[in-house]
């Protein structure tokens, strides 16, 4: 019996890490409707060369640094053992928890879109895989540095982040931030008044809502597979992912206006927003809290491209970071008893750890990018931008012009 339960567990998690595998599709194809056609070919190969970078920079290093077990050294044994105890239940739990970690550089990607240089990218994305993103998920999910027990001592519960809306989702929208910082705007995208000069629309809304969808799908691994094991499975969990799934398309239709590209994205802001608190609030706390996050979603991106110049081509700041932070508070707020949540939650918990790993991403993040910028240029020349990342790296247009023999 024991033997069963440890082989369902496998296929459990195993099906988790496939499902959040096929969500890098997602970010694929959500970035190539977006970006302009000349930059479709650099984001399909961006994300996939992100995927297998990260992969190395997590075995060999930031798996260990987040949970002291370097697999790739094999460090007394710990591979040797990985291999040969409970069915093979030690690797398919590293290959669930890369698939979040290269989730990182991909939610970066879709800010940085159409002016960054390709391996430079690679470069950070090691970079940020091998030791910022280690060191919060550790933090949070390992109880790393003793910051857990403090809280928790402190305020009674620990900062409880269940599917990751700060570990993942925050930490990947604010490294994305400090990258956009240093990157500074596309050439062109603004005048010298500060005013909006070219919009860019997507090239393709149908890709666009394709890699919506994938993701949409994908997030029910994301968050029920986090419970790692059969025995901690819940229904509650898929059931508030579909609420705050509905909540962001709801509030993204009627805020954006059924703008095409709000409403594709407004699933997500609801999705990111419940990660942190889909095991402890209500299916109603889970509308309200997707609610938010799509209208969060629609007015953020919009006021940040206006007043703050910031040129986010895909919007993760607002997406993943602004509605990550609102997901991670809003767990210690539905969650509780009083509003119909199961309750082991802190707010206060909630908050601090909130601040400590946006601090960790966008300070780590700002000195990878600067550092990597010194060293080797992360910026496009104005006319590698203009001729498109397409042609400048990869040599080839997304749809070739036909020839005629």
Known sequence: MEQLTTSLDVLFILLGAILVLFMHAGFAFLEVGTVQHKNQVNALVKIMSDLGVSTVAYFFIGYGVAYGVFLGFNIDGQLTQAMTE????DLVKFFFLMTFAAAIPAIVSGGIAERARFYPVLLSTFLIVAFVYPLFEGLAWNGNFGVQAWLEAEYG????????SIVVHAVGGWIALAAILVLGARTGRYDKNGKIKHAHPPSSIPFLALGAWILTVGWFGF??????????????????SLMAMVGGILAATFVGNKDPGFVHNGPLAGLVAICAGSDVVSPLGALVIGLVAG??????FTWTQKNLKMDDVLGVWPLHGLCGMWGAIAAGIFGSTALGGLGGVSLMSQIIGTGIGISIAFVGGYLVYVIVNKVSGLRMSDEEQYQGADLTFHKIHANPPREDY
């Open 223 to 240: 968050n029920v597979m986090s419970a790692q094991q059969v025995g901690g499975i819940q229904g509650l969990v898929a059931m508030n």
């Open 295 to 300: 209208a969060l979603f629609v007015k953020a």
């Open 86 to 89: 409970k069915s093979g239940y």
């Open 157 to 164: 519960a620990g900062f409880h982040d269940f599917a990751g």
